[in-house]
């Protein structure tokens, strides 16, 4: 099994590159566990083994009614003492077998306020305490608004405009008060953002939204990165029931190679070429595309990460993965920059979550 102690691999052996420094000394890991439709004891165990296997950045939100199994998955997480005999070195000297304790990390911690919980600045408020609450925290990492919008009220309304502001007014009074170390929205357009952006006094540090190669959302991407907002990409593999997974836009491989054929180095440079492409699962090469993707001048650029991802799956099977996306060579590969460059080009569009531009 994998694990975040594990340091020899592509990604996760820069610190810098595996966190983006979203405010002042808030370090949020750019591979998140997501867990929308996880509840009870599903979700305990779930959340336990994402971080067992190495995920260091749990993604949550009020309407999900999650968060008090995600606390007693943290609780435990954080009450086991990690124990490890020097077994793990495979000396096979069992007289010299002592124990080491490591000392468990709080992951990375993010939810959102529910619209129907942005009527008031109180009610903000009080969704941030039932928060903290239901998570067992002193304080959280980051909360986002959900949506620009409030519950039970026509998207066409004036309203909304009032009620986000206020929402995101008790926000930045609950990270003054230090109950929130960052704070954020989701599914925001950029005329969202432009007019948050107008009156904030604490700007927001994140924007997460659906995107994936069917939804790249490149122009409020390169919105986002001009201010300084990172971007955390859900639904990479399109949500529940992974449709872009069977999408052939995805699931086809590329059967074009540069080259080879010729025998000695070239040979060589195709067996390599061919074992690099075997290395990739179509679910990596999407969360890939997620933490390498951007704004216009992101396409064709695979050297220059963008935002965060966020996936969600239930088996310690895809939990595995998934994470295992950050041990690739995807600076290097040249399979997943091929890839990337035909999806680059590719113009089908399909967006999955409910569409926020509607919201006034
Ligand atoms: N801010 C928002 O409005 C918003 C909206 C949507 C999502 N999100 C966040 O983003 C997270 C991720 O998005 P999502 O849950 O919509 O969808 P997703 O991560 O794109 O896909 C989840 C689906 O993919 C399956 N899956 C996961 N790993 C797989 C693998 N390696 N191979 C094959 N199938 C795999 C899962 O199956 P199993 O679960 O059955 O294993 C599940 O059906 C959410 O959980 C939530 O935290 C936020």
């Known amino acids: 099994m994998s694990s975040s102690s594990s340091t020899n691999n592509n990604f996760n052996n820069n610190e810098r590159t595996t966190t983006i420094e979203i405010s002042p000394n808030v370090f949020m890991p750019r591979l998140a566990f997501g867990t929308y439709k996880l509840k009870g004891a599903q979700c305990t165990k779930a959340v336990k083994k994402a971080l067992e296997i190495g995920f260091e950045h749990i993604d949550t939100a009020s309407i999900y009614k999650n968060e008090s199994d995600i606390g007693e998955a943290l609780e435990e997480w954080m009450t086991t003492t990690k124990t490890a005999t020097n077994d793990d070195d495979d000396d096979g000297n069992d007289e010299k077998k002592t124990k080491k304790n490591f000392e468990r990390k709080m992951p990375f911690l993010a939810s959102k306020i529910a619209p129907a919980e942005m009527h008031s600045k109180l009610l903000v408020e009080q969704a941030v305490a039932k928060i903290l609450i239901r998570l067992r925290i002193p304080a959280i990492d980051l909360i986002m608004l959900h949506w620009p919008g409030v519950s039970k009220v026509s998207p066409a309304s004036e309203i909304h405009k009032e009620k986000r502001k206020d929402a995101y007014r008790a926000l930045e009074k609950c990270l003054k008060e230090g109950k929130i170390r960052a704070i954020g929205v989701s599914n925001y357009h950029v005329r969202h953002l432009e007019e948050l952006l107008s009156y904030c006094e604490i700007k927001p540090s994140v924007n997460q939204i659906e995107a994936h190669p069917m939804w790249p959302q490149e122009d409020l991407i390169e919105f986002c990165e001009s201010r300084g907002i990172a971007v955390v990409k859900y639904s990479p593999f399109g949500g529940g029931g992974a449709p ?62 963008c935002g965060a991802v966020v996936v969600k799956a239930s088996s310690e099977e895809r939990i595995l993965e998934n994470y295992e996306v950050l041990e690739k060579d995807f600076f290097n590969s040249k399979y997943l920059s091929r890839k990337l460059k035909v999806w680059d080009s590719v113009e089908t569009r399909k967006k999955f979550a409910w569409d926020s531009d509607c919201v006034k």
């Open 244 to 305: 872009l997974l069977d999408d052939a836009f995805v699931s086809t491989r590329e059967e074009e190679k540069e080259g080879g054929g010729g025998g000695g180095d070239e040979e060589r440079e195709l067996a390599a070429d061919i074992a690099d492409d075997q290395a990739w699962k179509p679910s990596q090469i999407l969360l890939a595309w997620g933490l390498l993707r951007g704004g216009r001048k992101n396409r064709g650029n695979s050297k220059t990460l």
